[in-house]
Each structure stands twice: as C-alpha cells, then as structure tokens.
C-alpha cells in the first residue's frame, strides 16, 4: 500500500492549511488512517486518527480544537484541515494506514507515506 501527503507548505503563525492523503493504486475505506508529525530533533508524535468510516476520531491535546480529520472515501482521499497553526505545528507530517482504531498509535501502523512538510512562521 503506497500513501501519498500533500498540501504542506509555509504559512505564517495563525494560518490555515489542508493536508491530503490518499493511495494512487488501493482503496483505503478499510484502513484506520493516523496523521502523525515528527519535528526535527524531536520524536514521532501522533496527531489524529480517524475509522474506515470516519464514525470515530481521535487528536492529540496539543491539537484538539484546531485540527480536524475526515475523509471521503468516495475520493480516496483522508484529510487534515488545521487551523491556528503555530510555530510548534513546523514538522514533518505523515499519514499512516492500519487495522484497528485502538493501535492507531507510532508502532501500530502498517504502512506510512513519506510525508508533507509544514513550516509555520512567526
């Protein structure tokens, strides 16, 4: 299964960006997708997760209110929308494809694109 972000970019403190997520050659309505962020230096974090069908959801509290994930699975397509960014949003972000909504975690992931920069200015 090959997952492809798109959508970074650089966008000042306060700003709005949508992250996209989709698979050029796999139907991804059956996967638990996870949005998760690495900046530099610091660990892999988690930052959303969302079920096959999009009836279950879960953030991070660093993100809770400003970020929202959904899907549509008739597009193939899982998204990010975040909201207020600010200059501790600046990672790396990855989409990662698994199983089961309760190990939608780093090490519980199956597959993971190669990721999106985001660069949030001050």
């Known amino acids: 299964l090959q997952l492809v972000e798109s959508g970074g970019g650089l966008v000042q403190s306060g700003g709005s960006l949508r992250l996209s997520c989709t698979a050029p050659?796999?139907?991804?309505?059956?996967?638990?997708i996870g949005w998760f962020r690495q900046a530099p230096g610091k660990e892999r974090e988690g930052v959303s997760c969302?079920?096959?069908?999009?009836?279950?959801?879960k953030y991070s509290d660093s993100v809770k209110g400003r970020f929202t994930t959904s899907r549509d699975n008739a597009k193939n397509t899982i998204y990010l929308q975040m909201e207020s960014l600010k200059s501790e949003d600046t990672a790396v972000y990855y989409c990662?494809?698994?199983?089961?909504?309760?190990?939608?975690?780093?090490?519980?992931?199956?597959?993971w694109g190669k990721g999106t920069l985001v660069t949030v200015s001050s």
């Open positions: 990662a494809a698994g199983g089961m909504f309760k190990n939608c975690d780093a090490s519980g992931m199956d597959y």
């Open positions: 050659d796999s139907a991804l309505d059956t996967y638990v």
């Open positions: 969302i079920s096959g069908r999009g009836s279950s959801k």
